[in-house]
């Protein structure tokens, strides 16, 4: 039987800035269990054609209303990225063939790695993402503490 792929770590080139694009191993349970911030994290999720992407500017229009920083994780370049680790090519001759290709290599991707590699890879993301503006969690509930003690 095989185990589920938060068994395992795997290589994956995060796709994104250049300072976090490069192989990281992903341990998605300890990247939640240290991402205890006030953030919000909101997925969408539809069919090909829906207003995905104007859904996504409203919210983010909104929240930034109430100070929040937004930024988008789109699943389809975390598949784009890492379709060299399953050797199909993305065909983006027409958006039809585009749209099956992801759909194949994001398929392959899971056969692979596992269910729960997109989610995986998205979690290594948000954490690339917080690290590049935050730093290290720590740090941050350091200077708290110490903002507090003064």
């Known amino acids: 039987m095989q185990g589920t792929a ?3 770590s795997q290589e994956f080139q995060l796709v994104g800035n250049d300072d976090v694009a490069e192989l990281s191993t992903i341990n998605a349970t300890q990247e939640i269990k ?3 911030t006030p ?3 909101i997925a969408l999720c539809g069919p090909i054609g829906s207003p995905l992407h104007e859904t996504a500017e409203q919210i983010s229009f909104s929240l930034k209303k109430y100070g929040y920083k937004t930024y988008d994780i789109r ?3 975390l598949i784009r990225i890492n379709s060299k680790y399953t050797s199909i090519n993305i065909d983006e001759s027409t958006n039809l063939k585009k749209f099956k290709s992801l759909i194949t290599v ?5 056969e692979i790695y596992g269910s729960d590699i997109l989610a995986k890879l ?3 993301k948000i954490s690339a993402e917080r690290k590049k503006n935050f730093g290290e ?3 941050i509930v350091n200077e708290s503490s ?4 003064e």
Do not use: P
């Not at 110490?146 to 003690?149: D, E, I, L, N, V």
């Open 146 to 149: 110490k903002r507090g003690s």
């Open 106 to 110: 994001g398929d392959k991707l899971r």
């Open 39 to 41: 953030e919000i994290i």
């Open 6 to 8: 938060l068994d395992k």
């Open 137 to 139: 969690f720590d740090d």
């Open 34 to 36: 240290d991402s205890v």
């Open 122 to 124: 998205a979690i290594a």
């Open 75 to 77: 699943l389809s370049d």
